[in-house]
C-alpha cells in the first residue's frame, strides 16, 4: 500500500532539523500543524505567532531576514493575496539585500475545495510570478518538498511556497535535482504534458490511459514556476511537436502556460502549445475535487479527450 504524506509536516519537520543552527525564524499566522507543535516546544525563542494578519507577518519577515536569519512565514494560501503589497516592497527589497524568506502557501488549488471560491486559490501563483526576484515552488509530492528543504536554507532569495493540503503518496520517477526546477517522469514520443502540483498526477493518469490507445505521452513535473533551469527545459521539450500544459489556474492566466510559452518563444522551438485549466471564474459548485475537475474539463478524462481532439486538429 501506497504511503499517504502530507507535504506541510514533511516541510516542517525538515525546517525543525535544520532549526538547529540557530539561525532559523518561524513566523506563524494564527495556522497549526502536528509538526509545527514541535518546532514551538523545541525552539519557542525562535517561533513566533503573528496571529491572523498575513500583512503584518511579511512586515515582521522583511525585518528579521534583513537581520539576517532565514525566516519562514506560514499562512493559508489564499490569504497570502492580502499581503500583496507587502510580498511586492519584499520583492523589491530583494534587488538590492540578500534576503532569504520562505513563504509557505498551505492549500494550493483545490485543495480545500469543500470550503468554497474564498478558499479555492487559483490565482496566487499567477500574482506572484508578476514579480521580480521571488522564486515559485509547486511540488506535486512530499519527496520534492523533502528536497527542497535544504535548497530553501541555502538559497538567499525570497520563495513563495505553493502546497498542496491534502496527503499524496510520492510519485516514482528517477532522481533529479531541485535546482533544474522541473522532472521528466515519462519521455513519450511527440507529445508531452507539462503540469505542476496536483495536476502532474492527473498528467499521469492521463498518459497510461491514452497509451492504452496507443499514443505514448510524456509527462514533465515542474516545481519551480520561477527559478526554473529554462536551457535544460527547452532540451527536454525539443523532442516535441506537441506541449499541453496542466495547472489548478485560470487557463487565461497561468503562470506554468505563461513560463513554457516564453521558453518556446525565447529558444525558438518549433512546437505546438495547449493549455488546460479552470474557465475564467469562480467555482461555486460544492463538491470534491475529482467533481470539480471534471465539470471543468480537467480530470484525467477531460484531459485525454483535449490531446486526441488536438492530434485530429494538428
Not at 74 to 80: E, G, L, N, R, V
Not at 190 to 203: D, N, Q
Not at 264 to 275: C, D, H, P, R, S
Request: proline share 3%; net charge negative; aromatic share 10%.
Amino acid at each position: 500500500m501506497e504511503k499517504m504524506k502530507i507535504m506541510r509536516e514533511t516541510l516542517l519537520r525538515g525546517i525543525h532539523k535544520n532549526m538547529q543552527t540557530g539561525n532559523v525564524y518561524f513566523l506563524s499566522s494564527d495556522f497549526g500543524a502536528i509538526a509545527l507543535d514541535d518546532i514551538r516546544k523545541d525552539f519557542p525563542d525562535n517561533f513566533l505567532n503573528v496571529g491572523i494578519a498575513e500583512q503584518n507577518l511579511i512586515n515582521i519577515a522583511i525585518g528579521m531576514a534583513l537581520e539576517g536569519f532565514v525566516v519562514y512565514a506560514y499562512a493559508i494560501a489564499p490569504f497570502f493575496m492580502r499581503a500583496y503589497e507587502q510580498i511586492r516592497n519584499l520583492a523589491i527589497t530583494a534587488q538590492i539585500r540578500a534576503l532569504n524568506i520562505n513563504l509557505i502557501g498551505v492549500g494550493a488549488g483545490l485543495s480545500y475545495e469543500v470550503s468554497g471560491p474564498t478558499h479555492h486559490c487559483l490565482e496566487d501563483s499567477n500574482i506572484f510570478y508578476t514579480l521580480p526576484n521571488l522564486e515559485i515552488f509547486s511540488p506535486a509530492d512530499s519527496a520534492t518538498v523533502e528536497k527542497f528543504v535544504n535548497y530553501a536554507q541555502e538559497v538567499k532569495q525570497p520563495k513563495y511556497l505553493h502546497l498542496d493540503g491534502k496527503p499524496s503518496a510520492d510519485i516514482e520517477r528517477s532522481d533529479f535535482r531541485i535546482e533544474d526546477g522541473f522532472s521528466e517522469i515519462h519521455q513519450g514520443k511527440g507529445i508531452c504534458l507539462v503540469a505542476t502540483g496536483f495536476m502532474s498526477r492527473t498528467a499521469l493518469q492521463s498518459a497510461a490511459l491514452l497509451r492504452e490507445e496507443g499514443i505514448d505521452c510524456g509527462v514533465i513535473d515542474v516545481f519551480l514556476l520561477k527559478g526554473l533551469n529554462k536551457g535544460k527545459m527547452a532540451e527536454a521539450l525539443s523532442p516535441y511537436q506537441l506541449a499541453f500544459t496542466l495547472e489548478e489556474a485560470f487557463i487565461g492566466n497561468s503562470p506554468l502556460a505563461a513560463l513554457i510559452g516564453d521558453i518556446i518563444e525565447e529558444q525558438a522551438l518549433t512546437l505546438t502549445m495547449f493549455k488546460a485549466g479552470f474557465k475564467n471564474g469562480y467555482i461555486f459548485d460544492i463538491g470534491d475535487r475529482e467533481y470539480l475537475h471534471k465539470l471543468n474539463g480537467i480530470d484525467k478524462l477531460g484531459i485525454t479527450r483535449l490531446v486526441k481532439k488536438a492530434i485530429n486538429q494538428w
